[in-house]
């Protein structure tokens, strides 16, 4: 399984930005998906995840800003930033877990100016 993320790029503070991962190859076994996002000089940190077994989970930060969907005829996972702020700059990777094992896709960097 190959992940692509893109979408990243420069915006406003107040801005939005939608960020896409595709996954090459079957979707069989797939569990888990998630975006991440880690800034300069920090941890690498969960953003949003869905489980198939445990629902969806939103870092405090950004419940009620960003949103996570997908298309499955297109194997496609979205990320809906809205009302973006300057902490929100970040390089942001996906991942998805597929038996059992964890597969991430390069990262996006979004930067977020006041």
């Known amino acids: 399984v190959q992940l692509q993320a893109s979408g990243g790029g420069l915006v406003q503070a107040g801005g939005s930005l939608r960020l896409s991962c595709a996954a090459s190859g079957s979707p069989f076994g797939m569990t888990d998906i998630g975006w991440y996002r880690q800034a300069p000089g920090k941890q690498r940190e969960l953003v949003v995840g869905?489980?198939?077994?445990?629902?969806?989970n939103f870092a405090d930060s950004v419940k009620g800003r960003f949103a996570i969907s997908r298309d499955n005829a297109k194997n496609t996972v979205y990320l809906q930033m809205n009302n973006l702020k300057p902490e929100d700059t970040a390089v942001y990777y996906c991942?998805?877990?597929?038996?059992?094992?964890?597969?991430w896709g390069k990262g996006t960097q979004v930067t977020v100016s006041s």
């Open positions: 869905f489980s198939s077994t445990g629902g969806t």
């Open positions: 991942k998805i877990v597929q038996f059992a094992k964890n597969y």
